[in-house]
């Protein structure tokens, strides 16, 4: 059995207002009995982080998701975003931030070798906004 997980990581430090975070990741996992089982995923992450001032910043992340390369018309896009205020001297902050913003509704992900073929299946969230008010005593 193997099991191999390759990652890139970039992140910008501008000293500009937008910055940008990408993690991609790459999965082979293969398993030997009778016959040889072999699976292959993709993983993209990218993120774009505003800071237009001490107080406010944001960020937007996209979400890419292939669970398996062989059958590549299973894939997944996910969008979240979030934004924060924190005013100067003051104890609170609230945020405001939503996620599943295409509102994907199930995840599905099929295996299959010359045994046996597994689905595994998850409904998600629908598309969700919570707003964040936080006090420090």
Known sequence: SNYINNQ??????????VNFENKINYIYRDTQNETLFKSTSFQNKFKIIVKPSKQFYGNLTVDFFIPNLEKKSN?????????WYKPKNKKWEMNFSGTNLINIKDFEQFNSSDVSTSVYRISLLN????LNFSYNF
């Open 127 to 130: 598309r969700l906004f919570l």
């Open 75 to 83: 894939d997944y896009s996910f969008l979240s975003a979030k934004i």
């Open 8 to 17: 890139i990581f970039l992140k910008t430090a501008f000293s500009s207002v």
